[in-house]
Nanobody, 122 residues
Framework: QVQLVESGGGLVQAGGSLRLSCAAS????????MGWFRQAPGKEREFVAA????????YNEDSVKGRFTISRDNANKMVYLQMNSLKLEDTAVYYC???????????????WGQGTQVTVSS
């Protein structure tokens, strides 16, 4: 099995920043695509960003609008999501996931973390 554990969530004021981390362990592959998704209360799970093992990335520009940056550290089996200029609508549980190809759809991801809560206040 592969285990993914998110950290770094919390309470932040609008306009502030947070950096989410996801640590992978178990039988991981350096070729895994890593993605971030989020789910707000009463809404469907939404794609945020993904990054390939070589560093190529893609974003949900409709929701992120250049404010978030995804990165990874293969040597340490870590993936990060730097979130700047946070808005109230960014409030959600954020999940990291591992898959086989760059995708903005959840079926492409095999392993999921437990999620970390991000709450943006006014």
């Amino acid at each position: 099995q592969v285990q993914l554990v998110e950290s770094g969530g919390g309470l932040v004021q609008a306009g502030g920043s947070l950096r989410l981390s996801c640590a992978a362990s178990g039988r991981t592959s350096s070729t895994y695509v890593m993605g971030w998704f989020r789910q707000a209360p009463g809404k469907e799970r939404e794609f945020v960003a993904a990054i390939s093992w070589t560093g190529g990335s893609t974003y949900n520009e409709d929701s992120v609008k250049g404010r978030f940056t995804i990165s990874r550290d293969n040597a340490n089996k870590m993936v990060y999501l730097q979130m700047n200029s946070l808005k109230l609508e960014d409030t959600a549980v954020y999940y990291c996931a591992a898959g086989i190809a760059l995708s903005n759809e959840s079926p492409g991801y095999f392993y999921w973390g437990q999620g970390t809560q991000v709450t943006v206040s006014s």
